[in-house]
């Protein structure tokens, strides 16, 4: 499974971050927040749970950017190696051909003074 393909799976995961809890079970998690720290105390702790889930996934994207950006990083190298090694080809291929040239006009060359 490649990297792209589990950012991918995470990012279905995080938008279903509640899982299988439905109103019900939040308002029993709820009550029971209530219970436990009191009406005084609980809009400081949703505020702060809140901030900590905005900087949690705010951190996750950003490292997720960093990552897709190394990724395509490798990729382009890869790609100028391929480019760099067929400009080689090329360049080895026009040598030779030009090579070749040369060659058939000195033998041309010598079989004409041959001739003459």
Same mark, same amino acid.
């Given at each position: 499974?490649?990297?792209?393909?589990?950012?991918?799976?995470?990012?279905?995961?995080?938008?279903?971050?509640?899982?299988?809890?439905?109103?019900?079970?939040?308002?029993?998690?709820?009550?029971?927040?209530?219970?436990?720290?009191?009406?005084?105390?609980?809009?400081?702790?949703?505020?702060?749970?809140?901030?900590?889930?905005?900087?949690?996934?705010?951190?996750?994207?950003?490292?997720? @950017?960093?990552?897709?950006?190394?990724?395509?990083?490798?990729?382009?190298?890869?790609?100028? @190696?391929?480019?760099?090694?067929?400009?080689?080809?090329?360049?080895?291929?026009?040598?030779?051909?030009?090579?070749?040239?040369?060659?058939?006009?000195?033998?041309?060359? @010598?079989?004409?003074?041959?001739?003459?």
């Amino acid at each position: 499974m490649g990297i792209q393909a589990i950012f991918a799976e995470h990012s279905r995961e995080r938008k279903n971050m509640f899982g299988n809890i439905g109103f019900p079970e939040l308002l029993v998690i709820l009550t029971i927040a209530l219970l436990i720290f009191g009406p005084k105390k609980l809009p400081e702790i949703g505020r702060s749970i809140g901030k900590a889930m905005r900087e949690f996934r705010r951190t996750s994207d950003e490292i997720k @950017e960093k990552i897709e950006e190394e990724i395509q990083a490798e990729e382009f190298k890869e790609i100028k @190696e391929e480019i760099d090694r067929d400009i080689k080809d090329i360049q080895e291929g026009v040598k030779t051909d030009i090579a070749d040239e040369i060659y058939k006009d000195v033998d041309k060359d @010598e079989e004409g003074e041959k001739t003459s």
